[in-house]
Nanobody, 130 residues
Framework: QVQLVESGGGFVQAGDSLTLTCTAS????????MAWFRQTPGKEREFVGA????????HYGDTREGRFTISRDNAKNTLSLQINKLKIEDTGVYYC???????????????????????WGQGTQVTVSS
């Protein structure tokens, strides 16, 4: 069992920066990939980025636009997402997630897939105003 708790969301203005943090507990280890997804109004949950168990490689989704930075602190079991130059369309719920088992996925390209993941946090709301 892995427990994930996101924090750091809130109300911000367009152009600001924000850092979200996911704290993992339970049977988590460096062998788990960890990822961020987000769900914006009217859209399906989309991949933001992940830190892979494969050498700690970082993968980003199409949402990045050079504004998102993901990092992981294995000693603290945390995953962070820094978002710069926030836009109104960044408004949504941001989720932290991991696969069910370590050493997964075996293919780097699978980090984009929603089906890769099993454990989810409750999400943290980010609201960007003009």
């Amino acid at each position: 069992q892995v427990q994930l708790v996101e924090s750091g969301g809130g109300f911000v203005q367009a152009g600001d920066s924000l850092t979200l943090t996911c704290t993992a507990s339970g049977s988590i280890s460096n062998g788990y990939s960890m990822a961020w997804f987000r769900q914006t109004p009217g859209k399906e949950r989309e991949f933001v980025g992940a830190v892979s168990w494969i050498g700690g490689a970082v993968h980003y989704g199409d949402t990045r636009e050079g504004r998102f930075t993901i990092s992981r602190d294995n000693a603290k079991n945390t995953l962070s997402l820094q978002i710069n130059k926030l836009k109104i369309e960044d408004t949504g719920v941001y989720y932290c997630t991991t696969p069910k088992d370590p050493w997964s996925p075996s293919s780097p390209s699978s980090h984009w897939r929603l089906s890769t993941y099993f454990y989810w946090g409750q999400g943290t709301q980010v609201t960007v105003s003009s």
